[in-house]
C-alpha cells in the first residue's frame, strides 16, 4: 500500500506533536518532526518535478504543432 501525505495528516502530526505527552519525549518528538519534514519536503520536490516534466512536454508539444503548420500539415494533429 502507497503512503500519501494529505494537508489533513500534515496538520494532525503538528498537532499531535504540539500535545503535553511529547514534551515527556523531546527525542522522539523531535524525530518525528525530522521524518516529517523530509516527507513533505519529498512531496514538494516531486511536484515541483512532476510540473516540471509537465512544461518541458508541453513546450515540445508546441514546437511540433508549429513546425506542423510551417509545413503545412494539419490532418496528422487532428487525428
Known amino acids: 500500500m502507497r503512503y500519501s501525505l ?5 496538520l494532525q502530526y503538528f498537532v499531535v506533536l504540539g500535545k503535553s505527552i ?8 523531535n524525530k518525528l518532526k525530522k521524518v516529517v ?11 515541483i518535478s512532476h510540473l516540471h516534466k509537465r512544461d518541458f512536454i508541453m513546450m515540445y508539444w508546441a514546437k511540433i504543432q508549429s513546425n506542423c503548420d ?3 500539415i494539419k490532418e496528422m494533429l487532428n487525428e
Open 6 to 10: 494529505k494537508l489533513t495528516s500534515f
Open 22 to 29: 511529547f514534551l515527556h519525549f523531546r527525542s522522539i518528538s
Open 37 to 47: 519534514s523530509i516527507r513533505v519536503e519529498m512531496c514538494i520536490k516531486s511536484s
Open 70 to 72: 510551417m509545413l503545412g
